[in-house]
């Protein structure tokens, strides 16, 4: 389990700070205390708690990489290669995962010998975990290959495999008589099924006015069962002469679903039965019988990771079905189920037939509810309870079918989105308030992944996708992906998992050594990890619970108000449904559901998005939000709750019951009803509900809070709500409130998550709990702030007056004290919170110098002799003016590593006094920038301003600035066939590069 920081306590080791980047010295716009320049520790260092665990995040917080395999085709030696690869890198971890998409012709990979599960592929797995366990790792296992989840050797007629129901179906007119077989399925059984069993046939009336364009309306009424009178598959019988009829028969059977892109097994592999005990006793049963060896036992103990499931994409031809579900849905509901069969029966995946339409919506609420229970009951929670007993947990992406993934992600260990296939950011909200409701720590997330993106995947594309995601809750990053290193007909750089995939470039990415952006990749892993360092520790905060009836995800749908307008103001909020109302942390307190976390000051409920927003609640969610309410937690109802329906099929007398209960929940002072969505935020505000973080107007910052008892740590990042959205973000520099929850004595200080430092803001305004700074922050850019006790991360400033306003650029604290920086002469007048107003002049500061001369050399790879082999061809330029590769001659299809280098003169008179920032403008992908032969520190992608000021001199400076691209480009030149239609991309060192000098000036 990856180690929290809240339970391993602080760390009392001694750091010393590294140069902030100017990216985060901007991102607090004027006045931040951050400009101790790079290689002089200008705040204290002495044993800050906090400083050496931001500084350096342990392996257990560091992202991982979802490791793709080709089956057991491995070599043990190239597997301890490959974890020294990702452990020098910086990453955390991976998760073994068996996909070869790319691989056309599978009979190269020798599934008899070399298959998933094979005697190769375990001892792989055993080279990784001792690997693994040397450097410090962690590694994951799939729970079968590919996925779904499926088992060698289970055949589509098995107890334990995936089922199917499908239809018949005749149409009558009225009074016709049928004699004949019962109606066969619209839709052939695959390749293995050779059972299907006849479960019912019915009979009902069409009722037009029922019908909507997809579905034909029928009377429920009518729905009578003929299954008695079928006779050797036979089936006579005559429709009454009230209408027309429709005969309808039911057949069970194997889905005969394999997994993703097999065979990955001899024998095959095939999908198991999600929503029964015996599915789930298939895969334990294999694992316990043909994988888990006392030597793999071992080390899966002592390793201490998680097996993984991936999206639930399971693939019929009619239903997704067991054998259990009539029963479980009459014990669920008090009433049988195949009455009411037509209205939930698939066709591939369309809807069928349709009562009338609130009925259909009930019938469809209450079947699917019970689909849930059977999948978190003998799936989930089986399948955690299984893993627990090796040590290890559970970690799984709970979608894909119409089930309560918000109830799932509180049963799981660590519930899994994806940036592939989420919406927008309330598809992490989903999971994030199972996660958080339940108690647990970590949200993972499969992170991106790119159609069409193979060798062309950008860093800062990565950042500006995730920047988003950890601000909805994500805290755990295993990126997409790291592929082994060959497979026979591999071309270069190497086997990919999805590229070449259907004969164009695929999914990206394929990242490892073979990538030239994998020099600089240490500050990657670094950034991530203090991210998610932040986000792990102490308890997540939101700001408002919205009770989602209905619990699906990876929907792309959202809440009312909050989503669109709440948002861009600063609110957070969480999506609940109703089996997380009866979890232990669903109390009240001060006002506060889950007071210990994720302590939210409100609930909104509105009406089902999935069924028409229907205002709907089960009446016992009603009965726990009248509970809640009495005990002090405000609520807001958007829509008409006072006429509220059941969510299923209301018993007798259940309606009246859930509107009496409602009546009572809208009579409190602390309930709120409003019809008009525009109007959700006056109500809050009404009920004296305000957002931990506030700014005036509408902006694209996001923010995550989470709270320890030293500090608040808010995590602000500007950021787009999802992929598509448009147009495209733009850089922010506005006031933004932040409410102290560790007391009025806590300060600001400003976490740089590139450079590791932290450091004292010099500049903000109080105003009770209240701290309010200025945040400037470049599209998908991200810092983070804590509020803290003075001395929290070893600054030595105490309660030393700070600037209230300035007309100076910035305002920091350095070990001289209160200090203005300034990039032009001039007097500056600075109010501190004493009251007090001081003036500094600046005399003179060296103008901005923009370098006239580049000597570049440039590594280029190639294809070598094998498919893992690169030739490297070094390459000298002259560049008079700076441009993408693309654009310059002889290297229009190159990739590899550019070394840019220039020579700056600074003025003799050249002191301590004064700071430099490098600006270098654009620049793709990775960069390192080293001044007179020392590396500044890391530089921001989504911000490309480096402190360099202490590493500069009078006279001559020797600047560098070494550049890693993609591969794309050459793959162009290199494979036309798969990724000649990629457009060439602007790759290097375009600029405009100016280094900028800032004169210091003390205040006090």
């Not at 740089?752 to 932290?758: E, L, Q, Y």
């Amino acid at each position: 389990m990856p180690e929290s920081v809240s339970s391993r306590g602080p760390s009392r080791r001694t750091v010393l700070a590294a140069g902030l980047t100017a990216g985060a010295v901007a991102a607090v716009g004027p006045g931040p205390a951050a400009a101790a320049v790079a290689g002089v520790p200008e705040t204290a260092h002495g044993p800050g708690p906090h400083a050496d665990w931001f500084a350096h995040p342990v392996r257990g917080l560091r992202p991982r990489f979802r490791w793709w395999w080709p089956d057991g085709l491995v070599d043990p030696d190239e597997i301890a290669r490959e974890v020294d690869a990702i452990a020098d890198a910086g990453f955390g971890g991976a998760e073994i995962a068996a996909v070869h998409h790319s691989v056309k012709d599978k009979s190269v990979l020798d599934t008899a010998h070399h298959g998933w599960a094979s005697r190769p592929w375990r001892e792989g797995v055993e080279a990784a975990l001792r690997r693994a366990a040397r450097r410090g790792l962690t590694l994951d296992l799939t729970l079968g290959p590919s996925w779904p989840v499926a088992v060698p050797g289970l055949t589509p007629d098995d107890e334990g495999a995936a089922r199917e129901l499908v239809l018949g179906r005749v149409r009558l007119t009225a009074g016709s008589r049928y004699d004949g077989p019962v109606p066969a399925p619209g839709h052939a059984p695959a390749t293995g099924v050779t059972r299907q069993l006849l479960l019912a046939v019915q009979a009902a009336r069409i009722e037009p006015a029922y019908s909507t364009r997809k579905e034909t309306g029928l009377d429920p009424s009518s729905v009578r069962d003929l299954t008695a009178t079928v006779t050797d598959a036979g089936l006579t019988w005559t429709a009454p002469d009230d209408g027309d009829w429709v005969l309808i028969a039911y057949w069970l059977r194997g889905s005969a679903q394999q997994p993703e892109s097999g065979p990955h097994s001899s024998p095959a592999a095939h999908v198991v039965d999600h929503l029964s005990a015996a599915g789930t006793a298939a895969v334990t049963g294999f694992w316990e019988r043909e994988i888990l060896t006392p030597s793999l036992r071992g080390l899966l103990r002592a390793a201490g990771g998680a097996f993984f499931e991936d999206s639930v994409e399971l693939e019929t031809a009619g239903l997704t079905w067991t054998p259990g579900l009539p029963e479980a849905f009459e014990k669920h509901t008090g009433r049988p189920l195949l009455p009411y069969l037509p209205a939930v029966i698939l066709d591939g995946s369309n809807q069928v037939f349709a009562f009338e339409a609130q009925l259909t919506r009930q019938i469809r609420h209450d079947f699917w509810e019970t689909v849930s229970g059977l999948f978190n009951r003998h799936h989930v929670r089986a399948l955690r309870d299984w893993a627990h007993s090796f040590g290890m947990e559970l970690r799984a992406q709970p979608y894909g079918l119409q089930t309560d993934a918000i109830a799932s992600a509180a049963l799981l260990d660590i519930p899994e989105g994806e940036s592939l296939g989420f919406k927008n950011l309330d598809d992490y909200r989903c999971l994030a308030g199972g996660r958080d409701m339940a108690g647990h720590t970590v949200l993972s997330c499969e992170a991106g992944a790119y159609n069409g993106s193979a060798y062309s995947t950008t860093w800062d594309r990565f950042l500006r996708t995730m920047g988003g995601a950890y601000a909805a809750g994500v805290n755990q990053t295993v990126v997409h992906g790291f592929s082994y290193a060959t497979v026979p007909g591999a071309s270069w750089p190497g086997f990919a998992a999805f590229s070449p995939y259907n004969g164009g470039p695929g999914y990206g990415e394929s990242w490892g050594p073979r990538q030239p952006t994998w020099r600089h990749l240490n500050d990657i892993a670094d950034y991530l990890g203090r991210v998610h360092t932040v986000l792990q520790t102490g308890t997540a905060r939101a700001d408002v619970a919205v009770l989602r009836q209905t619990g699906y995800t990876a929907t792309g749908i959202g809440a009312s108000w909050f989503t669109a307008t709440g948002v861009p103001l600063g609110w957070t909020h969480q999506f609940l449904s109703g089996p997380l109302l009866d979890l232990p942390n669903a109390t009240v307190r001060g006002g506060r559901l889950a007071p210990d976390g994720p302590a939210y000051k409100a609930l909104f409920v509105e009406g089902d998005f999935f069924y028409g927003s229907t205002p709907t609640l089960a009446l016992p969610d009603a009965r726990r939000l009248l509970a809640l309410a009495r005990a002090g937690l405000p609520v807001v109802l958007l829509g008409a709750f006072d006429q509220a329906l059941t969510p299923g099929v209301p018993g007798e007398g259940e309606t009246d019951g859930l509107r009496e209960i409602l009546g009572r929940l809208l009579a409190l002072p602390t309930v709120v009803r409003v019809t008009d969505k525009a109007a959700v935020g006056d109500a809050l505000a009404g009920l004296g509900v305000t957002a931990d973080v506030r700014h005036a107007t509408a902006s694209t910052l996001l923010n995550a809070h989470r709270a320890t008892e030293d500090a608040d740590f808010y995590y602000l990042c500007n950021g787009k709500h999802a992929e598509t959205v448009k147009p495209p973000v733009a850089a922010i520099d506005h006031d933004v409130t932040l409410r102290r929850t560790r007391g009025r004595t806590t300060v600001p200080y400003l976490l740089d998550p590139w450079t590791g430092r932290a450091v004292r803001l010099a500049r903000y305004t109080e105003d009770g709990d209240d701290i309010t700074l200025r945040v400037a922050l470049q599209p998908g850019q991200a810092v983070i702030v804590a509020l803290g006790r003075p001395g929290l991360f070893g600054d030595r400033h105490g309660n030393r007056p700070h600037a209230v306003t300035t007309d100076a650029p910035e305002v920091l604290y350095t070990e001289r004290g209160l200090t203005i920086r300034a990039g032009a002469p001039g007097t500056y007048r600075t109010r501190l919170s004493t009251g007090r107003t001081v003036i500094a002049t600046v005399a003179s500061v060296p103008d901005p110098i923009t370098p006239e001369r580049w000597d570049l050399e440039v590594e280029d790879w190639s294809p070598g002799a094998g498919p893992t082999q690169t030739e490297r061809l070094h390459r000298t330029l002259v560049l008079d003016t700076l441009l993408p590769w693309s654009r310059i001659p002889g290297l229009a299809d190159s990739a590899g590593i550019g070394r840019y280098r220039t020579t700056v003169t600074l003025p003799d008179d050249w002191t301590a006094a004064h700071d430099a920032r490098l600006e270098l403008g654009q620049v793709s992908d990775t960069v390192r920038v080293t001044v007179n032969g020392t590396r500044a520190p890391a530089v921001d992608r989504l911000h490309p301003v480096v402190e360099v000021g202490a590493l500069l001199r009078p006279g001559r400076n020797l600047i560098e600035v070494e550049v890693a691209t993609p591969l794309v480009n050459r793959l162009r030149a290199a494979q036309p066939a798969v990724f000649g239609t990629v457009a060439r991309q602007d790759h290097g060192l375009s600029g405009p590069v100016r280094l900028v000098p800032y004169a210091r000036r003390v205040l006090s």
